[in-house]
Nanobody, 123 residues
């Protein structure tokens, strides 16, 4: 069982930055693909970014060039750096873990989820 705890959300003005963190329990963190998803009110949960166990990263087109996902296996932590934030980035951001080395942008590929952290971008 893997437990995920997100932190770092908050209220920021458009154009600003935030750094989200996701701390994972368990000794097999390095073998998991880790992802970030987000869900805005009234919308479905959508893929944001993923980092594979080997370090490969993939992003949704809507965040490419603005967000950066990274992982620190020594700290069992995955990060999401959010730059040039826009009001449409407002959502609850969820960390997810897939018990496989690589995963894409499908919710069904991820086995464990955090509780989410709110990001609000004001215009």
């Amino acid at each position: 069982q893997v437990q995920l705890v997100e932190s770092g959300g908050g209220l920021v003005q458009a154009g600003g930055s935030l750094r989200l963190s996701c701390a994972a329990s368990g000794r097999t963190f390095s073998t998991y693909a880790m992802g970030w998803f987000r869900q805005a009110p009234g919308k479905e949960r959508e893929f944001v970014a993923t980092v594979w166990s080997g370090g490969s990263t993939y992003y949704a087109d809507s965040v490419k060039g603005r967000f950066t996902i990274s992982r620190d296996n020594a700290k069992n932590t995955v990060y999401l750096q959010l730059n040039s934030l826009k009001p449409e980035d407002t959502a609850v951001y969820y960390c997810a873990a897939a018990n496989r080395p690589g995963a894409l942008g499908y919710v069904s590929q991820y086995n464990y989820w955090g509780q989410g952290t709110q990001v609000t971008v004001s215009s």
